[in-house]
T-cell receptor, first 111, second 113 residues
Framework: QKEVEQNSGPLSVPEGAIASLNCTYSDRGSQSFFWYRQYSGKSPELIMF????GDKEDGRFTAQLNKASQYVSLLIRDSQPSDSATYLCAVNTEGFQKLVFGTGTRLLVSP | ETGVTQTPRHLVMGMTNKKSLKCEQHLGHNAMYWYKQSAKKPLELMFVYNFKEQTENNSVPSRFSPECPNSSHLFLHLHTLQPEDSALYLC????????????FGPGTRLTVL
C-alpha cells in the first residue's frame, strides 16, 4: 500500500512566524509532489508542486524535496491568519495520473 | 474560481433515489477525475478519464456510474446509495502530460439518508 503520511496537527504558529509542514511518502518511484490548501468547507487549491530535489520558492511559500529521505515539506514565511487551513500533500505514484493524498495538516495562525 | 465547475453544490437523497452529479472544465484539459473526500480520510481517487475514455476505476462499487461524453464534461450517476456514501465528491481536471497538476472544482456535498 503506497502511503503519504502527514501529522494531522493542529500546528499553531503566531502571525509573522514561519510555518513548517512535513510529509513523508513510501513509494521511491514517486516523481512529482504537490501541496494543496483546503479551507474548511471548500475544495483543495493547488499552491505548489515540485519534482526536483532541493527548494522551490513562490512568494511566501517554499517547497522542499528530499527524495533520498522520502520527504517533502512546505514552509510558509510571514504566516498570516488567512493561511489557517488544512494543507494536503499529494504524491504522483503508480503512473503519472494517480495522485495519492495524505490526510492533511491543519494549520492555525493566531493574530 | 479554478475553471472547474460542479453542480449541484449540495444534494440530499434517499437510498432508493437516482441522481447525477455534473462537472465541467473550461481549462482545455483532456483528463478528468472523480474523488471522494470523507471526514478524517485522505482523498480517494474513484475514476480517471483521458480523452473521454475511462483509464482508471479504483474498485468503486457499481452504484457509482461515471460518464464522460467529451473532454470537458464529466458526470457521476448515483443509484441505491448507502448512508456511508455521504461525503464531498470532487471533480478535478489536468493535462494528461507534464507533471499532472490537478485542479479541483468546488465539490458536491452529498448526504444519503
Amino acid at each position: 500500500q503506497k502511503e503519504v503520511e502527514q501529522n494531522s496537527g493542529p500546528l499553531s504558529v503566531p502571525e509573522g512566524a514561519i510555518a513548517s509542514l512535513n510529509c513523508t511518502y513510501s513509494d521511491r518511484g514517486s516523481q512529482s509532489f504537490f501541496w494543496y490548501r483546503q479551507y474548511s468547507g471548500k475544495s483543495p487549491e493547488l499552491i505548489m508542486f515540485i519534482y526536483s530535489n532541493g527548494d522551490k520558492e513562490d512568494g511566501r511559500f517554499t517547497a522542499q524535496l528530499n527524495k533520498a529521505s522520502q520527504y517533502v515539506s512546505l514552509l510558509i514565511r510571514d504566516s498570516q491568519p488567512s493561511d489557517s487551513a488544512t494543507y494536503l500533500c499529494a504524491v504522483n505514484t503508480e503512473g503519472f495520473q494517480k495522485l495519492v493524498f495524505g490526510t492533511g495538516t491543519r494549520l492555525l495562525v493566531s493574530p | 474560481e479554478t475553471g472547474v465547475t460542479q453542480t449541484p453544490r449540495h444534494l440530499v437523497m434517499g437510498m432508493t433515489n437516482k441522481k447525477s452529479l455534473k462537472c465541467e472544465q473550461h481549462l482545455g484539459h483532456n483528463a478528468m477525475y472523480w474523488y471522494k473526500q470523507s471526514a478524517k480520510k485522505p482523498l480517494e481517487l474513484m475514476f480517471v478519464y483521458n480523452f473521454k475514455e475511462q483509464t482508471e476505476n479504483n474498485s468503486v462499487p457499481s452504484r457509482f456510474s461515471p460518464e464522460c461524453p467529451n473532454s470537458s464534461h464529466l458526470f457521476l450517476h448515483l443509484h441505491t446509495l448507502q448512508p456511508e456514501d455521504s461525503a464531498l465528491y470532487l471533480c478535478a481536471s489536468s493535462h494528461n502530460r507534464g507533471y499532472n497538476e490537478q485542479f479541483f472544482g468546488p465539490g458536491t456535498r452529498l448526504t444519503v439518508l
